[in-house]
């Protein structure tokens, strides 16, 4: 079993909608959550950044973070073609420095 | 400000030929990351430096494979020989500390096919 699963999609929605891309992960050590977009023939960005639990609000995007549950969450509200990309969730432990464990990424398009 | 360099950005090579693929880090990043991205298997940690020194490298799938980082402005991953299997796109990435969190940038990535 993979530590960390993402469903990979593909993902189209039109202009608009709110869009939910999720992530489960099965090590309890993890502390760091991050968000990476990554759009075609590109490296990966960060995009999101959360610290343990909660949630964390930029703009049109909003991450979500459960560790009772181990399930981290990302909402993209009035989506924009502009967002057509892979979105990547990474996560680390506390003690493990900025060694990242990545899902597999859920390509989403955004469908003007 | 120069982001992650990595060169070549495409290289097409027959397999048992070996392969070097370079990163410049940001300049001013302690901590240097080498992955590999592929469809069936996502992106994978293969190696990371800190300080130019190797803390990691677990992740490198087999002896063919090496990373070196002679200074904290240049790193090199080589395989050799190359097969099939390799192709894949290799991105480098780096950081400012080896803390947890902190954030990495990734470089544009080097697209490799070995036929």
């Known amino acids: 079993q993979k530590e960390v699963e993402q469903d990979p999609g593909p993902l189209s929605v039109p202009e608009g909608a709110i869009v939910s891309l999720n992530c489960t992960y099965s090590?309890?050590?993890?502390?760091?959550f991050m968000w990476y977009r990554q759009y075609s023939r590109k490296g990966p960005e960060l995009l999101m950044y959360?610290?343990?639990?909660g949630n964390k609000e930029d703009g049109r995007f909003t991450a979500q973070v459960d560790k009772s549950s181990k399930y981290i969450s990302l909402f993209i509200r009035d989506s924009q073609p502009s967002d057509s990309a892979t979105y990547l969730c990474?996560?680390?432990?506390?003690?493990?420095?900025?060694?990242?464990?990545f899902g597999e990424g859920t390509q989403l398009t955004v469908n003007p | 400000d120069a982001g992650v360099i990595q060169s070549p950005r495409h290289e097409v090579t027959e397999m048992g030929q070996e392969v070097t693929l370079r990163c410049k880090p940001i300049?001013?990043?302690?901590?240097l990351f080498w992955y590999r991205q592929t469809m069936m298997r996502g992106l994978e940690l293969l190696i990371y430096?800190?300080?130019?020194?190797?803390?990691?490298d677990s992740g490198m799938p087999e002896d063919r494979f090496s990373a070196k980082m002679p200074n904290a402005s240049f790193s090199t991953l080589k395989i050799q020989p190359s097969e099939p299997r390799d192709s894949a796109v290799y991105f480098c990435?780096?950081?400012?500390?080896?803390?947890?969190?902190?954030?990495?940038?990734f470089g544009p990535g080097t697209r490799l096919t070995v036929l």
């Open positions: 430096f800190n300080n130019n020194v190797p803390i990691d």
């Open positions: 990435a780096s950081s400012l500390w080896l803390a947890g969190g902190d954030t990495q940038y």
């Open positions: 959360t610290y343990s639990s």
């Open positions: 090590n309890s050590a993890f502390q760091y």
């Open positions: 300049s001013g990043h302690n901590s």
């Open positions: 990474a996560m680390s432990e506390e003690t493990s420095g900025s060694r990242l464990t």
